[in-house]
């Protein structure tokens, strides 16, 4: 593949360009004066705000809904694409591969991106997204002017210094410091060159291209391989999976374990929000960032999208809420900071309506997901979201809700407190129907990684 010289290209478009990564460089391509144009599958939030967004020589992005290769505008100079456009439409795929214009996928940009900069890349199954955010907010604080990839959208309280908008998955800093989320999918990350790599955690995910758990682990180890020997990986010792990735590898290790701040006072409830801190806060330290400093800018870091996002209230008083976790160890983390704000001894009932992400995730970790929700007191279960993936019938909404009750009953619960949907609207009529026995002490959570958060868009009218 020939080197790409960013400075020559005057016209982008974008493959995918509603997915919650690669809209970052979309707004990268704009900030940068580049004309921006694109496709997406769908209809989205991300797809609304991308289509506000101009420069003098633009107003707004040009974004068409159905993808073709007709939709490549002929004076484009370089084609960015989502990688799971191989699975969901392949002839696209070939089309663009087998062209005359440049392409490079999503990952490739940030490897491209990350090359001049000193980069600081946060990886891990869970929690990169809140650390990455994290990083950012105690950089731009104390004047360090990062730039930041994530995969969210969080407030922006320099709007000038960016594309205008106050929630973005991209702010254009002055400096050489880049931070940036980097995900592990297909390898994904293996791009990315860092100076300093924070590793939260290893778990096992994404098993629809990954064999197993080692195979995970080879790939986060190949990554911590990438860091040089004057950089820096930061970890937790104590986690045996992340502990092997590390043996061997050329860059100096940081453990941010020994940064955790029990006492640390956080908007953002849970023991895995005060994780992220810690790492948040070895990263500062190696940047010789003050730990008093770091903590009193994490003390005031509003959260991300679509984790524990406050939605509003509805007119009987039951609380509305959106959260992203679609994994089980994320579903459980995020219930227990529920707990904290909302517990069963002050008479709180949390209700949980959850999309499952993917087939291949919720077959290959059902028992996972069936002990994940104890702390809901009723959890509904919309329809899998299929994403990239093909229905085989061996996996439903229905079996994950009976698994869901079996594990209350052998946990000495005999409630079957869980039920699934054949759709959205049967849902939200169900909903409906309880609104009348819920009031102020209860909490509704749409949560996943696909659309749920539509059922609190009907809620809240």
């Given at each position: 593949?020939?080197?790409?010289d960013l400075?020559?290209?005057?016209?982008?478009?974008?493959?995918g360009?509603?997915?919650?990564?690669?809209?970052?460089?979309?707004?990268?391509m704009?900030?940068?004066?580049k004309?921006?144009?694109?496709?997406?599958m769908?209809?989205?939030?991300?797809?609304?705000?991308?289509?506000?967004?101009?420069?003098?020589?633009?107003t707004?992005?040009?974004?068409?809904?159905?993808?073709?290769?007709?939709?490549?505008p002929?004076?484009t100079?370089l084609?960015?694409?989502t990688i799971?456009i191989d699975?969901?439409?392949?002839?696209?795929?070939?089309?663009?591969?087998?062209?005359?214009?440049?392409?490079?996928?999503?990952?490739?940009?940030?490897?491209?991106?990350s090359?001049?900069?000193?980069?600081?890349?946060?990886?891990?199954?869970?929690?990169?997204t809140?650390?990455?955010?994290?990083?950012?907010?105690?950089?731009?604080?104390?004047?360090k002017?990062?730039?930041?990839?994530?995969?969210?959208?969080?407030?922006n309280?320099?709007p000038?210094?960016?594309d205008?908008?106050m929630?973005?998955?991209?702010?254009?800093?002055?400096?050489?410091?880049?931070?940036?989320e980097?995900?592990?999918?297909?390898?994904?990350?293996?791009?990315?060159?860092?100076?300093?790599?924070?590793?939260?955690?290893?778990?096992?995910?994404?098993?629809?291209?990954?064999?197993?758990?080692?195979?995970?682990?080879n790939?986060?180890?190949?990554m911590?391989?990438?860091?040089?020997?004057?950089?820096?990986?930061?970890?937790?010792p104590?986690d045996?999976n992340?502990?092997e990735?590390?043996?061997?590898?050329?860059a100096?290790?940081?453990?941010w374990?020994e940064?955790?701040n029990?006492?640390?006072?956080?908007?953002v409830?849970?023991?895995?929000?005060?994780?992220?801190?810690?790492?948040?806060?070895?990263?500062?330290?190696?940047?010789?960032?003050?730990?008093?400093?770091?903590?009193?800018?994490?003390?005031?870091?509003?959260g991300t999208?679509?984790?524990?996002e406050?939605?509003?209230k509805?007119?009987?008083?039951?609380?509305?809420?959106?959260?992203?976790?679609?994994?089980?160890?994320?579903?459980?983390?995020?219930l227990?900071?529920?707990?904290?704000?909302?517990?069963?001894?002050?008479?709180?009932?949390?209700?949980?309506?959850?999309?499952?992400?993917?087939?291949?995730?919720?077959?290959?970790?059902?028992?996972?997901?069936?002990?994940?929700?104890?702390?809901?007191?009723?959890?509904?279960?919309?329809?899998?979201?299929?994403?990239?993936?093909?229905?085989?019938?061996?996996i439903?909404?229905?079996?994950?809700?009976?698994?869901?009750n079996r594990?209350r009953?052998?946990?000495?619960?005999?409630?079957?407190?869980?039920?699934?949907?054949?759709?959205?609207?049967?849902l939200?009529?169900?909903?409906?129907?309880?609104?009348?026995?819920?009031?102020?002490?209860d909490?509704?959570?749409?949560?996943?990684?696909?659309?749920a958060?539509?059922?609190?868009d009907?809620?809240?009218?």
């Amino acid at each position: 593949m020939q080197d790409l010289d960013l400075n020559t290209i005057k016209n982008v478009h974008f493959i995918g360009i509603g997915g919650i990564g690669i809209s970052a460089i979309a707004r990268m391509m704009l900030h940068e004066g580049k004309k921006v144009t694109g496709q997406d599958m769908q209809e989205g939030e991300i797809v609304t705000e991308l289509r506000k967004l101009g420069l003098p020589a633009q107003t707004g992005i040009d974004i068409k809904i159905g993808q073709s290769y007709e939709n490549i505008p002929t004076d484009t100079d370089l084609i960015v694409y989502t990688i799971a456009i191989d699975k969901y439409d392949p002839e696209l795929a070939q089309k663009i591969k087998s062209g005359d214009i440049p392409i490079r996928s999503y990952p490739e940009m940030l490897g491209i991106i990350s090359q001049d900069k000193y980069t600081i890349a946060v990886s891990g199954t869970h929690g990169k997204t809140t650390t990455t955010a994290m990083i950012a907010k105690v950089l731009g604080d104390c004047g360090k002017d990062p730039t930041m990839i994530v995969g969210s959208l969080v407030k922006n309280t320099d709007p000038n210094r960016s594309d205008g908008q106050m929630r973005t998955n991209f702010i254009a800093g002055k400096s050489d410091l880049l931070v940036v989320e980097a995900c592990e999918y297909r390898r994904s990350f293996l791009n990315i060159n860092p100076k300093i790599l924070v590793i939260t955690n290893i778990d096992s995910d994404h098993l629809d291209y990954y064999k197993d758990i080692e195979d995970i682990k080879n790939a986060f180890h190949a990554m911590a391989m990438r860091v040089p020997s004057d950089g820096f990986v930061v970890y937790n010792p104590a986690d045996p999976n992340v502990a092997e990735v590390v043996k061997g590898i050329n860059a100096q290790v940081v453990n941010w374990q020994e940064y955790f701040n029990a006492d640390l006072k956080l908007k953002v409830p849970g023991i895995h929000n005060k994780k992220d801190a810690a790492a948040a806060c070895a990263v500062a330290d190696i940047l010789k960032i003050s730990t008093e400093d770091v903590e009193q800018y994490l003390a005031e870091f509003p959260g991300t999208w679509k984790r524990f996002e406050f939605r509003g209230k509805l007119s009987n008083g039951t609380l509305l809420y959106d959260d992203y976790a679609h994994h089980p160890t994320e579903i459980m983390a995020t219930l227990e900071g529920f707990r904290e704000l909302y517990s069963k001894e002050a008479g709180w009932k949390i209700t949980v309506v959850f999309q499952p992400h993917l087939f291949s995730r919720t077959k290959l970790l059902l028992d996972d997901f069936a002990k994940s929700f104890s702390d809901a007191d009723e959890v509904l279960i919309l329809p899998i979201y299929y994403a990239r993936e093909v229905d085989d019938g061996t996996i439903s909404s229905d079996i994950l809700a009976n698994e869901i009750n079996r594990a209350r009953g052998r946990a000495g619960n005999n409630t079957n407190n869980s039920k699934a949907f054949s759709s959205f609207e049967e849902l939200e009529k169900y909903i409906e129907g309880e609104l009348s026995n819920m009031g102020d002490k209860d909490v509704i959570v749409t949560m996943g990684a696909g659309e749920a958060s539509k059922v609190g868009d009907y809620l809240l009218g």
